[in-house]
């Protein structure tokens, strides 16, 4: 039989089709004993990637979820904004588990450290806005945009600080956030945090970049694992409710330092519905009971927040957007199993001049889906429905979830 695998090439990108959280973190695991590397390459903390093995629940938000498999080289890239502590809290918990990421373990020295700091100043302007303009956007309170704001200031620090003086650093940082924000910085915990890390990170602090182009002459292959998700991003999400960074494929290759030609594939990763977390515009969202059905049922709590997460139907056009600008080819339909209880599903097809939602109602199959690995079990509802977002946006159905553990999932 023929490596189902081949297709995906040398370099493959997953990126998120929606608002986050359709389970990038599980193909990323199931990809990655496949791939020499696997690599983060921009966002921060905000992103929380689960993945369940044997029953067990890992939650990755700095490292590449590929780490449990000791193989795997990871890299974290020069997009990302790095809160130190949770980096180090998230090795620490790995080698609990009995996993030791730090020997294969590859920083940027040009990924942006994101300090406490941050995050208080995060909390001060979403309060702001709340007093402002009514509602704030919902962040994750991780610090994000205020650490992307220093970089895109030229404020920010980079990693590669870590090797020289640090004091200086933060007075410079703790007069300026004064200054502009009337926070102050608690300087003594800061440096504690910096020095811990440069105790056990300095030698994994490198040129990515250089290094990545090196492995792929030798012929090495590279997974990227995109955070949050096309529908978030910074330029083509729903601003101003997005995050603060680009999270489709082309910021993901920017945040490598790939060149968009080294790529061969790109998953791209939606559920069978659709769900959102924070504010801002939702055409397709349900509230009521089914609404509740959905959440319950696919356990829709935030991995990062814990915050229950708003959930709706699938909407095409945004399926077809995000196909369009990262140019997936392939879908991975995850939570499939979800709607195994559903007698209808309805489908967003447009948005009509009122910004309500146009419907389609396509028959539900009323059946277990859970664990599913091969497309002809599937009831021929489901199969219909699958083939059905393959012909409305024209990229195959490649992979789909049955299930959280590693093994519920459908190759084709
Ligand atoms: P990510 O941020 O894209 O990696 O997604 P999250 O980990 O935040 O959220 C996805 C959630 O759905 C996690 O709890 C996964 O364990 C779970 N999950 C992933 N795929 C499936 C699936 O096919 N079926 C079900 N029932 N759960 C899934
Ligand atoms: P993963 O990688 C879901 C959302 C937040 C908020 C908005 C801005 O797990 O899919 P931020 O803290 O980034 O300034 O928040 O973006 N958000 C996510 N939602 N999954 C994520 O990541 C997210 N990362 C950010 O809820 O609405
Ligand atoms: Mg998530």
């Not at 795997?72 to 990421?101: N, Y």
């Not at 309170?141 to 404020?155: E, F, L």
């Not at 995050?243 to 061969?264: D, E, H, I, M």
Request: glycine content about 12%.
């Amino acid at each position: 039989m023929q490596n189902p695998f081949a297709s995906l090439g040398h370099v493959c990108a997953v990126i998120g089709a929606q608002w986050g959280d359709e389970g990038k973190g599980k193909v990323i695991d199931l990809l990655a004993e496949r791939f020499d590397i696997v690599a983060r390459a921009c966002g921060g903390a905000n992103a929380g990637h689960t993945i369940v093995v044997k029953g067990k629940k890992h939650v990755f938000h700095l490292l590449p979820s590929g780490a449990l498999h000791s193989n795997t080289t990871v890299v974290i890239g020069s997009g990302l904004v790095l809160h130190l502590p949770t980096l180090l809290e998230e090795i620490r918990t790995l080698k609990d588990a009995g996993i030791d990421v730090l020997p294969r373990l590859f920083i940027s020295e040009e990924a942006h450290i994101l300090f406490d700091f941050h995050k208080d100043i995060d909390a001060a302007l979403e309060e702001q806005r709340k007093v402002r303009e009514g509602k704030g956007i919902g962040t994750t309170k991780r610090g994000i945009g205020p650490a992307y704001m220093d970089k895109a200031a030229r404020s920010g620090t980079r990693m590669e600080s870590l090797r020289g003086a640090l004091t200086p650093v933060l007075a410079r940082h703790a007069e300026r956030v004064q200054r502009l924000y009337g926070v102050t910085v608690d300087q003594a915990k800061e440096l504690k945090n910096l020095e811990e890390a440069r105790a056990l990170l300095a030698e994994r602090i490198t040129d990515t970049v250089g290094m990545l182009h090196e492995r792929l002459q030798k012929d090495k292959k590279i997974l990227i694992e995109g955070a949050q998700a096309s529908l978030l991003d910074l330029d083509h999400g729903t601003y101003p409710y997005v995050t603060s960074s680009a999270t489709t494929l082309a910021g993901a290759l920017q945040g490598l330092g790939l060149p968009p030609q080294a790529l061969t594939s790109c998953i791209g990763v939606a559920k069978a519905y659709c769900t959102r977390v924070g504010e801002g515009e939702f055409a397709s969202e349900v509230t009521g009971q089914a609404g509740d059905r959905l959440r319950e049922r696919g356990g829709e709590y935030g991995s990062t927040t814990g915050r229950p997460r708003r959930c709706g139907w699938l909407s095409i056009p945004d399926l077809r957007r995000s196909a369009m600008i990262n140019g997936f080819t392939h879908w991975n339909i995850t939570k499939l199993d979800v709607l195994d209880e559903e007698a209808e599903i309805p489908v967003c097809m447009g948005i009509a001049s009122d910004g309500k939602a146009e419907w389609k109602k396509l028959p539900g199959w009323k059946t277990s889906t859970v664990g599913i690995t091969a497309f002809a079990k599937l009831p021929k509802e489901a199969q219909e429905y699958l083939q059905f977002i393959e012909q409305e946006t024209g990229v195959p159905a490649w992979l789909i979830g049955t299930g959280p553990g590693r093994e519920q999932m459908i190759v084709r």
